[in-house]
């Protein structure tokens, strides 16, 4: 049995998501963020020191980080996900899952930390606006034709970029990216997306 530490208002809902769309019986935690400070609550460091959701249990390990989750899940139970090896489209999933939680996500976390400073960061605002666009402007470039990432079906590379692509929209970038727009919208219609709504939350 697979269990999955789920906190709210966090990127574990992609492995919500993905559990959903698999088929794999699991079971699920719900962890809920301390109202005044909203870090995860103590309980998570009781099962691994960084204390971050998503973290699965799986086969007696604990697994963290949404990318090699995402991986480990999909080339268990989902292997059509992920493209065969040794090929260019293996090549641009790897880069894609790596750019999701890196290159995609600073920006987006500078974004929320400074825009918390008031006044003292206005300084910073252009320049992390630029790169927003830049990464956001990248993402849209790559969507293919069929309106994913790297395969012409949902794949391992759509659930990892489902994240960045949902705070462009929050930020007000539909307009701007609306092949972007497309997929966030395809993405939350899917049925299974929906139920991982109905359990965990946003």
Not at 6 to 18: E, K, T
Not at 30 to 51: I, Y
Not at 116 to 137: K, V, Y
Request: aromatic fraction near 6%; glycine fraction near 6%.
């Amino acid at each position: 049995m697979i269990k999955l530490h789920h906190l709210n208002r966090s990127r574990s809902l992609r492995i919500l998501w993905l559990l959903e769309e698999i088929g794999q019986p699991y079971d699920f935690v719900v962890h809920t963020r301390d109202a005044k400070t909203n870090l995860a609550p103590p309980e998570l460091l009781a099962l691994h020191p960084l204390g971050k959701s998503p973290m699965i249990e799986m086969d007696g390990e604990v697994i963290i980080e949404s990318a090699a989750i995402t991986e480990v899940l999909c080339a268990k139970f989902a292997p059509q996900m992920i493209p065969q090896a040794g090929t260019p489209e293996y090549n641009r999933h790897l880069e894609v899952m790596h750019f999701a939680e890196g290159s995609a996500m600073t920006p987006i976390l500078l974004n929320l930390y400074v825009g918390r400073l008031g006044d003292a960061g206005t300084p910073l605002h252009p320049r992390i606006q630029s790169e927003l666009d830049n990464h956001f402007g990248y993402m849209e470039s790559i969507l293919r034709p069929s309106g994913h990432f790297v395969l012409d079906d949902l794949s391992a590379a759509d659930i990892m970029l489902s994240f960045p692509a949902q705070i462009a929209m929050r930020l007000e970038r539909r307009a701007t990216y609306p092949k972007l727009a497309a997929f966030v919208d395809a993405c939350e219609a899917r049925p299974a997306y929906k139920r991982a709504v109905e359990k965990g939350g946003v």
